[in-house]
């Protein structure tokens, strides 16, 4: 008897496109023109897993990552240090302080509390100003320049509440955000996310900061011929069920079956992030065939149409339709729900 632990294949995982992510990372450096584009790998790179992603941007050429918290700028430590700029978007407590002294991540400042904690520790930091989304950062009004005197600020940085619409906030944002610049003395300069990149040149600054659409996300039609798919689900048949007419399938019987036909039953289900918003909406695919999810997604189970593939069966994979456009359309759950939601029990493969 060998003592090597037996493995135990996954049932369902999802597919990641290496290429495509580093393509969507370029269009969208290219696409920045002047300025560089740097990644928000936040939530572990949107769920993608962020150690794979930073690795593979790195490579590309990114060296600025944006995390949300000290815990995530730990996680990639070993990766960036001495080699890539890693900001810290929720800023930094009190309670931080002992790991953010000796960490090579910069805090982003949020507020003048925090920059009086910073500023004695003598070292770099970006500053977030509050252009009007109100969620964190320094007011402009509140700035003065000598608050930063001998600080060694990085970037100054403000964020666009609504730049996947053509509404009157993207100007006005803009404008607050120049205003501040004014008064603070940042080596380099930062609004755009995603959408921010497809407003234009004026947006641009120094260093974009990308999220959703490195992971394959359209905000704006600009984005739809650049972007591609990287996150691609796919699950097994673990069993295939013949329906009678008039046979209830699922929960709540969300489906009654109108004629005899097949359903495979797939091993993925909300606990995996496929939401129940997919209930009767919800597609998956084997080649170019369409199979509807029928009936309420369960916890752990899903059931497909297999009437136009008969030949399906026990064992066979199929392929989950998670386009974020289009899945969020049949779930009504955004994009960024649709990619941060994906659950750990799905192995990540990278090819
Ligand atoms: C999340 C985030 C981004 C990236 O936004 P996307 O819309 O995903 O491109 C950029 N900047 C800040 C401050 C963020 O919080």
Known sequence: MS??????????KIRLDSDALVANWRALDKMSGKAKAGAAVKANAYGLGVRD??????????????????????????????KASVSVLNGVRQADLPFALQSPAKPVINSLEQLARWRPTGKACDIMINSGMNRLGINP????????????????MSHLASADEDGPQNAAQLDQ?????????????????SAG???????????????LSLYGGV?????????????????????VRSLR??????????????????????????????????????????????????????????????????????????????????????SGLSQYELITGLGNRLARQWT
């Open 245 to 330: 007419a008039g046979d209830k399938l699922g929960y709540n019987a969300q489906y009654i079956a109108e004629e005899s036909h097949d359903v495979g039953i797939l091993a993925m289900g909300y606990a995996d992030g496929y939401l129940r918003g997919f209930s009767n909406s919800g597609m998956f695919a084997d080649g170019g065939i369409v199979l509807p999810v029928l009936g309420r997604v369960s916890m752990d189970l899903i059931a497909i149409d297999l009437t136009e593939a008969p030949q399906l069966k026990e064992g066979d994979w199929v392929d989950c339709e998670y386009d974020l456009g289009i899945a969020s359309s049949q």
């Open 53 to 82: 992603v930073v690795q593979k941007l790195m490579a590309a050429g990114c060296t600025d990552f944006f995390v949300a918290n000290w815990q995530e700028a730990r996680e990639i430590e070993y990766l960036t240090a001495g």
């Open 177 to 193: 955000y120049r205003a501040a610049l004014e008064i603070l003395p940042a080596k380099r300069n930062s609004l755009a996310n």
């Open 219 to 239: 905000q704006r039609p600009e984005l739809e011929a650049v972007i591609e798919q990287v996150a691609m689900p796919q699950a097994e048949i673990i069993q």
């Open 141 to 156: 009004e509140n700035l003065e320049a000598d608050h930063f005197v001998g600080m060694a600020i990085d970037i100054a």
């Open 3 to 12: 003592d090597e632990v037996p493995i135990i294949p996954p049932t369902a």
């Open 197 to 211: 990149i497809a407003l234009g040149s004026d947006y641009h600054f120094d260093l974009t900061r990308p999220g």
